[in-house]
């Protein structure tokens, strides 16, 4: 009997990052063990999760750092203690897209622009209401990406235009949106 009766293998096993839901099934690397305590714990170190199973898995619903331990206990009572590095599952994608903006230069609602969360893909049109295409970007993250109000070097009259929005969520969401929006100017 040696002293190593249960140690790990240690191969730099590393979780990836994810989003939320993020469903995980752990891989025990554990040798000659035959009971198994599972610890997933957040950012704040607490305890969210606990399994006894060999091989388990189970869903993270919350964005945020998390770590893994695994303790393995063999049948002559040797524990082992595996953790696993930090992880992060970003919130579940979000698409919001606004009714009404004022570019009026004033640093507020100055450009038509999305709110959006864990987008991996995004591409939106705009259109006057006879559908000829005012603009067009696929930066959603920069805080000045979207339309200006203005058609070329001339500011677009007040009035309805239109969207068009496709989009894919890093959870998958597909997003296909299309709809009217005022521009406003003050007199």
Same mark, same amino acid.
């Given at each position: 009997?040696s002293?190593?009766?249960?140690?790990?293998?240690?191969?730099?096993? #590393?979780?990836?990052?994810?989003?939320?839901?993020?469903?995980? !099934?752990? &891989?025990?690397?554990s040798? *000659? /063990?035959?009971?198994?305590?599972?610890?997933?714990?957040?950012?704040?170190?607490?305890?969210?999760?606990t399994?006894?199973?060999?091989?388990?898995?189970?869903?993270?619903?919350?964005?945020?750092?998390?770590?893994?331990?695994l303790?393995?206990?063999?049948r002559?009572?040797?524990?082992?203690?595996?953790?696993?590095? #930090?992880?992060?599952?970003?919130?579940?994608?979000?698409?919001? !897209?606004? &009714?009404i903006?004022?570019? *009026? /230069?004033?640093?507020?609602?100055?450009?038509?622009?999305?709110i959006?969360?864990?987008?991996?893909?995004?591409?939106?049109?705009i259109?006057?209401?006879?559908?000829?295409?005012?603009?067009?970007?696929?930066?959603?993250?920069?805080?000045?990406?979207?339309?200006?109000?203005?058609?070329?070097?001339?500011?677009?009259?007040p009035?309805?235009y239109f969207?068009i929005i496709?989009?894919?969520?890093?959870?998958?969401?597909?997003?296909?949106?299309?709809?009217?929006?005022?521009?406003?100017?003050?007199?």
């Amino acid at each position: 009997k040696s002293d190593e009766v249960n140690p790990f293998d240690e191969k730099g096993v #590393e979780i990836s990052d994810g989003v939320v839901p993020y469903s995980l !099934v752990l &891989n025990n690397l554990s040798i *000659n /063990g035959n009971h198994y305590e599972w610890f997933v714990y957040n950012q704040d170190n607490q305890l969210i999760w606990t399994g006894t199973d060999e091989f388990p898995s189970f869903t993270i619903d919350n964005e945020g750092y998390y770590h893994i331990v695994l303790v393995s206990t063999s049948r002559e009572s040797c524990r082992d203690t595996m953790e696993w590095g #930090e992880f992060y599952v970003e919130s579940a994608s979000k698409l919001e !897209v606004p &009714n009404i903006f004022t570019p *009026n /230069g004033d640093n507020i609602n100055d450009y038509f622009q999305v709110i959006a969360t864990t987008l991996s893909d995004f591409h939106g049109i705009i259109t006057n209401r006879w559908g000829k295409k005012l603009y067009e970007w696929d930066n959603w993250e920069d805080e000045e990406a979207g339309w200006d109000g203005k058609i070329g070097n001339s500011l677009a009259v007040p009035g309805a235009y239109f969207y068009i929005i496709k989009a894919t969520g890093k959870d998958g969401t597909e997003y296909d949106l299309q709809g009217t929006f005022y521009l406003m100017r003050e007199k």
